[in-house]
């Protein structure tokens, strides 16, 4: 088995927006040089404020968005040189919002099918493989004749995450799945989750800006903010000795009455988080930063190692107490 099933190797994502004839052209750096990996079997969580760019990542690694620089290599192989179908096989995305990622005039047989006969199955094989799948996520055979709007927000979010797993992916990217549900039904997607991945083999990679989702699920957590990775380590690194004030500041606004890991609510972020569009000069989180001093306004921190396998992009990341 191979090491790495993803690698990202300095992946940026860059848009020209605006006009030439009204305030000219801009460059919206939405990733801007993200180094990754994912390994066989492991669930990577991203985590990050909305406008970080981690549905842009996640579009690029679907082979959807091309990088504008960097390598994305999946299961191998470059995936720009891989066709869509056979991307396709490789990693699927189960999406944020179950109401809107269904077709409202398909059944739930023809989602599931539609894949399948899409990269040649054969029809015999089609029927016994969307009957399998719909077990496997807890659904009944007679759901399969059934349209979308039969059934419970978290009965379709099931139905997005069989019609994810249908084509059997490696790579399973999980775009803030359980944040359009009720409470009650959270838990019981996410453990469904976990129990797939375990039984299928899978490799996910959690996007989330809810820090108690991801802890639940990570093998590994990636911080993002404004396009790039601030931080990253083993889940219990991050959430117990985090190294960098952003990473702080998602885990100070998690509610937490007993105050598990000692943070205090001075190391919240003030202010919204900047324009892509405008970044700051220097450490981009500089303008909210409890912990800003004239060297994080002049000069951006690299990610660099705290400890084995624990790297944080900040000046003061050894001097966090």
Known sequence: ??????????????????SSLRGGLKT??????????????????LVGESGCGKSTLALTIMGLVAPSHGRVVLDGDDLGKRSR????????????DPYASLNPRQTVRRTLADPLRLQGVDKAEVDER?????????LRREHADRYPHEFSGGQRQRIGIARALILRPKLVICDEPVSALDVSI?????????????E?????????????????MSDRVAVMY???IVEQG??????????????????AAIPDPFNRVGITAKAKAKGEIPSALNMPSGCPFHPRCPLKADRCVAERPMLEAVSPAHYAACHFRDRID
Not at 85 to 95: G, I, S
Not at 234 to 251: M, S
């Open 234 to 251: 083993g889940w219990q690194e991050i959430f117990e000795n985090p190294r960098h004030p952003y990473t702080r500041a998602l885990i």
């Open 130 to 138: 969307v009957m399998d799948m719909l077990a496997k996520v807890g």
């Open 28 to 45: 919206l750096r939405a990733v801007d040089g993200v180094t990754l990996e994912v390994r066989p079997g492991e669930c990577l969580g």
């Open 1 to 18: 088995m191979a090491d790495t099933l993803l690698t990202l190797d300095d992946v940026a994502v860059h848009f020209t927006v605006g």
């Open 85 to 96: 179908l056979e991307t396709a096989r490789l990693v699927q995305m189960v999406f944020q």
């Open 200 to 216: 299928m083999g899978l490799s996910y990679i959690m996007i989330s800006h809810d820090l108690g989702v991801v802890e639940h």
């Open 186 to 198: 959270r838990a019981q997607i996410i453990n469904l989750l976990l129990e797939l991945k375990d």
């Open 226 to 228: 404004l396009g790039r």
